[in-house]
């Protein structure tokens, strides 16, 4: 196993499928590249845990390194509104909340402009998602987090409402010393 890890991270410094600073998921642990050393590879986890993964899981697993050939990433932001809801305007909505975004990439011929897909019809709402590619994906938990929130504003503003799961409860038969007390907690 030593001999493995050592292969491995000579394999690893001179391929250089990751680098220093690269943010790459590995089995279970998601991250940034904080230091690559002969036996073992260390990553900082975004709760700021150092985790140290020996080099020849990064060699013979899967990794997703983010960061590979540039600094561009993709989020994903779903929306789900109620049914009845104006989707053309809520198409809109989605698409203005990514075009005011300093970050989000509107015109480029490397990557798509932003783009709204119409899901499904989910339990309790109609299902969106809003994909757009933004320039640095070290902010993608930010960029994510002013979208939701310039989603909500506009929604309020449009009165588009967004759902809350909803279950109706259908009884067979009820005890008759229930069924009285039911019925007027019902009816309020």
Not at 32 to 55: G, H, L, W
């Amino acid at each position: 196993e030593i001999v493995a890890n050592f292969i491995s991270g000579i394999i690893l410094l001179f391929e250089r499928p990751i680098r220093t600073g690269d943010w790459i998921v590995v089995g279970n642990t998601e991250g940034y590249v904080r230091k690559i050393s002969i036996r073992s590879t260390q990553i900082e986890t975004f709760d700021r845990a150092d985790v140290i993964v020996p080099n020849s899981e990064l060699i013979s697993n899967q990794v997703t390194n983010w960061m590979l050939r540039d600094p561009w990433g993709r989020v994903i932001v779903p929306v789900g509104v109620a049914y009845g809801s104006d989707v053309e305007k809520v198409r809109e909505v989605l698409l203005q909340a990514a075009r005011s975004h300093p970050l989000v990439i509107t015109e480029d011929i490397r990557v798509g402009p932003p783009r709204v897909l119409f899901r499904g019809f989910g339990d309790s709402s109609l299902n969106f998602e809003l994909r757009v590619w933004i320039a640095d994906f070290d902010h993608h938990l930010q960029v994510l987090t002013e979208i939701n929130q310039g989603i909500e504003q506009r929604f309020r503003d449009l009165g588009i409402e967004i759902p809350f799961p909803q279950r109706d409860l259908h009884l067979r038969s009820v005890d008759a010393s229930v069924s009285g007390v039911v019925a007027a907690n019902v009816s309020e």
